[in-house]
Every structure is written in structure tokens, then in C-alpha cells.
């Protein structure tokens, strides 16, 4: 019966991710009107969360305890942070890198921490676990 409600708080959990995704505007495509190099290789970041998720899966990792942290507190859109073996791992998307660059610069939340955390195009990682870090950093764009 655990094992059941187990399973149901995590999809309800996973669904509430995708929802909150979806809302926030991960897949925006109104606000993109400049154009350049670099627009075009943000436009092509359409990683979400979930994709981070599998990938330490595939690695052979179990998730536990999975939550939303308090990720507007830095300026991201969203959020997520889980567990692997005792070791903690938080993944922040921002809208896109100009975002996420300014809000590095400007945010008094960010800026003390962020040379500290993992960048993967528009997101950032912090873990007590380098090899996680790794794991966050081999998801291709």
C-alpha cells in the first residue's frame, strides 16, 4: 500500500512539474523576436526539467524525495530538487542564457553563489556531489 501512494505522490508530483513548466512559459515562443546567433541557439534550448530528471535515471540513479524549491527567490521560472543517496541536487531554469546571465549580475540572491553552481546553457545545478554535477553537465542541448 506505501509502495502504491509512493508511486502516486511521484506522478502527481512529475504532473505538478510539467504544469508549473508549462505555466511559467519554458516554451514561450512569443518573446523571441530578436534575432542573431545567439537567439537561435537559445531558441533551440528546449530542455525542461523532466529531461534533467531521466538523465540520472538513465545513469542508474533513484530520485527520492523530490520537491519544488523556492526557485523565484533567484529569478528562475522553475525549479526542482530531489535526492541521490543522502546527496542533494537543486536544478534552476531560467527563460533563456541574457536571463539568466543578468539575473547572475543582478540578483543578491545569486550573484554570492553562483560562481559555486553547475551552468548547463539556461540552467543552473548545485550538489554536495561533484559526480552528480556531472551527470547535470552531460545533457546536451
Same mark, same amino acid.
Given at each position: 500500500m506505501k509502495k502504491i501512494r509512493r508511486i502516486g505522490c511521484i506522478l502527481l508530483l512529475v504532473f505538478s512539474v510539467t504544469l508549473v513548466m508549462t505555466a511559467c512559459g519554458t516554451t514561450d515562443t512569443g518573446s523571441q523576436q530578436n534575432s542573431g546567433s545567439s537567439d537561435q541557439q537559445q531558441q533551440t534550448d528546449t530542455r525542461n526539467l523532466q529531461i534533467f530528471m531521466d538523465a540520472y535515471r538513465d545513469a542508474g540513479h533513484t530520485l527520492t524525495n523530490v520537491d519544488i524549491p523556492s526557485f523565484h527567490l533567484i529569478g528562475a521560472t522553475v525549479g526542482i530538487m530531489f535526492y541521490i543517496?543522502?546527496?542533494?541536487?537543486?536544478?534552476?531554469? +531560467?527563460?533563456?542564457?541574457?536571463?539568466?546571465? =543578468?539575473?547572475?549580475?543582478?540578483?543578491? +540572491?545569486?550573484?554570492?553563489? =553562483?560562481?559555486?553552481? =553547475?551552468?548547463?546553457?539556461? +540552467?543552473? =545545478?548545485?550538489?554536495?556531489?561533484?559526480?552528480?554535477l556531472t551527470i547535470f553537465n552531460a545533457v546536451p542541448i
Open positions: 543517496n543522502n546527496h542533494v541536487v537543486k536544478i534552476y531554469g +531560467f527563460q533563456n542564457e541574457i536571463v539568466l546571465d =543578468a539575473t547572475i549580475k543582478d540578483n543578491p +540572491f545569486l550573484s554570492p553563489i =553562483a560562481y559555486t553552481m =553547475a551552468r548547463n546553457g539556461r +540552467f543552473l =545545478a548545485e550538489s554536495s556531489n561533484n559526480s552528480l
